[in-house]
């Protein structure tokens, strides 16, 4: 499987530039290229108050409809986040876009303090088959709780994609959460970040990275702009888990109602 990795500065409250700037990418991705991945609320970037309301965006809104046609058009799939706006009501989402449309929406459930104002917490953890590969989306402050990771292995998941916007001086938290989620669960793990400055001042990290199921990097980022295509060998997936396998060794289970989607489609319903 084939990732491109696209840390990019982007402009909060500038939809129309960080959509040209991600369509641009999606149509300039290699042929054989699966999926791209872009950073955390990369079509609107950080908003807030008055203009939280005026940028974000329903599923169905124009930007998401435009990246859609965009993977039809290369036959590709394309994670990215955006603010959404549903009925009134704003998430910080991300989205797995294929061909065929919206194969999933994760909504952020564990929020950074300085969104907790604004923007409502998700009510589950969720996954979905892509490609034969079982995929879960965290969102930056996710990946620094294990359980988060955890519920995603738990419904199955072997590639956990998160969208980050994760900005100094914490950079070296997420570099260590993202190989410890990935060694603790054993499957592959995906970051990509933002870079460069943000309106309020932010200095967002870098350090996108690509980390094998055994916990080890496939591939990090600087902190500069970085177009990266990492291959993930799955074979490693039962590599890791041949001599032992955390999941079914546990003696502790994480509560929640799990619902399986007859799509293939699974969630964990958060109490």
């Known amino acids: ?34 999926l791209l991945v872009f950073p955390e609320t990369h079509l609107m970037g ?77 009510d589950r953890l969720v996954t979905a088959l892509w490609k034969g590969i079982r995929v879960g989306i965290l969102i930056c402050y996710d990946i620094e709780l294990p359980e988060t990771a955890r519920a995603l292995a738990q419904l199955g998941a072997e590639l956990i994609i998160v969208t980050n916007g994760n900005m100094d001086p914490y950079g070296p938290v997420h570099r260590t959460a993202i190989m410890a989620r990935a060694q603790e669960n054993q499957l592959f793990s995906v970051m990509v970040n933002r870079v460069g400055e943000g309106d309020d001042g932010l200095v967002f990290a870098g350090g996108s990275a690509a980390i094998d199921p055994f916990g080890r990097p496939l591939f990090e980022a600087g902190r500069d702009e970085t177009r990266q295509v990492v291959t ?24 929640g109602e799990s619902v399986q989607h007859a799509d293939g489609r699974r969630e964990l319903l958060l109490r």
């Not at 909060?12 to 990418?25: K, M, Q, S, V």
């Not at 888990?241 to 509560?255: E, K, V």
């Open 46 to 122: 950080f908003v807030a108050g008055e203009q939280l309301a005026e940028v974000a965006q329903p599923l169905d809104g124009p930007a998401l409809r435009a990246i859609q046609q965009a993977a039809r058009e290369r036959d590709v799939a394309v994670v990215i986040g955006l603010v959404e706006s549903d009925a009134g009501v704003h998430y910080n989402t991300s989205v797995l876009v294929t061909p065929e449309g919206i194969a999933l929406r994760y909504r952020k459930t564990h929020l950074w303090p300085s969104e907790r104002g604004d923007i409502t917490p998700g």
């Open 232 to 255: 993930l060998d799955l074979t490693q997936l039962d590599a890791a888990r041949a001599d032992y396998h955390y999941l079914n060794d546990r003696r502790l289970h994480l509560s």
């Open 1 to 34: 499987m084939k990732i491109e990795l696209m840390q990019l500065a982007g402009r909060d409250g500038d939809t129309a530039y960080n959509l040209r700037r991600a369509l641009e990418a999606i149509a300039t991705c290699g042929a054989d290229t699966d």
